[in-house]
């Protein structure tokens, strides 16, 4: 499966940005999606993932209350809503496909498909 990230660009401090990430080539409906991000000089780090049921979603206690998963199995699209942005939340977003148990969910070796990435910069 091919992953489409998109939606990233340039804002100031508390502006939103949806992102996108559009799966091509296999139905993703039965595969848990994430949303990582690597910033410059760090390891990429989770952001959010929802199961593939869509009935449970997952935050970073740093993006938790500010950004929003979701899913649209039948566009096989998933989206993350970015509100309250700040300076911190620069860097390279990825979305990524995997199966893996709920408890795993925010570990990044575990996802088998990823997309090439959306930059986000925030600043003033």
């Known amino acids: 499966v091919q992953l489409q990230a998109s939606g990233g660009g340039s804002v100031q401090p508390g502006d939103s940005l949806r992102l996108s990430c559009a799966a091509l080539g296999r139905t993703v409906s039965r595969i848990n999606m994430g949303w990582f991000r690597q910033a410059p000089g760090k390891e990429r780090e989770f952001v959010a993932a929802i199961r593939w049921s869509g009935g449970s979603t997952h935050y970073s206690d740093s993006v938790r209350g500010r950004f929003t998963i979701s899913r649209d199995n039948a566009k096989n699209t998933v989206y993350l809503q970015m509100n309250s942005l700040e300076p911190e939340d620069t860097a390279v977003y990825y979305c990524?496909?995997?199966?893996?148990?709920?408890?795993?969910?925010?570990?990044?070796?575990?996802?088998?498909?990823w997309g090439h990435g959306t930059q986000v910069t925030v600043s003033s």
């Open positions: 990524a496909a995997g199966s893996m148990v709920l408890s795993a969910i925010s570990q990044s070796r575990l996802y088998n498909y």
